[in-house]
């Protein structure tokens, strides 16, 4: 089975999309601090495709949910938290308490929220919906400004700038 890249620009920096025939074996940004990724080829893989255009109608306003096979690699846990993470929908969040509440492992939220962390499918498996049970934005591997970010570009309640 033949494994392709592709890098694609979004406003939050260069993502990176991966998988085979089969379907998608990651999706993420870099960090330009540590990554030291090629310069993103001029063609993107057929197989790749579908995910470069879901997310750049995403990032336009234009896409709310992704329709694209995703091969999860984690454990059973790990993978019943990100398909958890899947009902989440567009413009909302949830605590990490709720996700643990919803899955039946309350006495489990750290690794809840580990596995969460552990999520290989940026913005597509929407991990930045999850937020801290007094409302604060914590962990994301992104950084917690792209998940800021991400959040706004969601909201129904999208304000306009008064500062330019």
Same mark, same amino acid.
């Given at each position: 089975?033949?494994?392709?890249?592709?890098?694609?620009?979004?406003?939050?920096?260069?993502?990176?999309?991966?998988?085979?025939?089969?379907?998608?074996?990651?999706?993420?940004?870099?960090?330009?601090?540590?990554?030291?990724?090629?310069?993103?080829?001029?063609?993107?893989?057929?197989?790749?495709?579908?995910?470069?255009?879901?997310?750049?109608?995403?990032?336009?306003?234009?896409?709310?949910?992704?329709?694209?096979?995703?091969?999860?690699? &984690?454990?059973?846990?790990?993978?019943?938290?990100?398909?958890?993470?899947?009902?989440?929908?567009?413009?909302?969040?949830?605590?990490?308490?709720?996700?643990?509440?919803?899955?039946?492992?309350?006495?489990?939220?750290?690794?809840?929220?580990?596995?969460? &962390?552990?999520?290989?499918?940026?913005?597509?498996?929407?991990?930045?919906?999850?937020?801290?049970?007094?409302?604060?934005?914590?962990?994301?591997?992104?950084?917690?400004?792209?998940?800021?970010?991400?959040?706004?570009?969601?909201?129904?309640?999208?304000?306009?700038?008064?500062? &330019?």
């Amino acid at each position: 089975m033949e494994l392709y890249e592709a890098y694609i620009e979004t406003p939050l920096g260069v993502t990176r999309i991966a998988g085979s025939e089969t379907g998608l074996t990651a999706v993420y940004i870099l960090d330009p601090a540590s990554d030291t990724a090629a310069t993103p080829p001029d063609e993107i893989a057929g197989v790749l495709q579908p995910a470069a255009d879901q997310l750049r109608e995403y990032f336009a306003g234009k896409r709310r949910e992704f329709d694209l096979s995703l091969q999860f690699q &984690g454990s059973t846990f790990q993978q019943s938290v990100w398909r958890e993470l899947l009902t989440i929908p567009y413009g909302r969040t949830i605590t990490y308490t709720d996700l643990a509440r919803r899955l039946g492992y309350m006495k489990a939220l750290r690794a809840v929220a580990a596995a969460n &962390g552990q999520n290989r499918f940026w913005i597509v498996v929407p991990c930045h919906r999850v937020i801290g049970r007094d409302g604060s934005l914590v962990g994301y591997a992104g950084g917690l400004w792209r998940k800021k970010w991400l959040l706004e570009h969601e909201s129904p309640y999208r304000q306009q700038s008064l500062f &330019g």
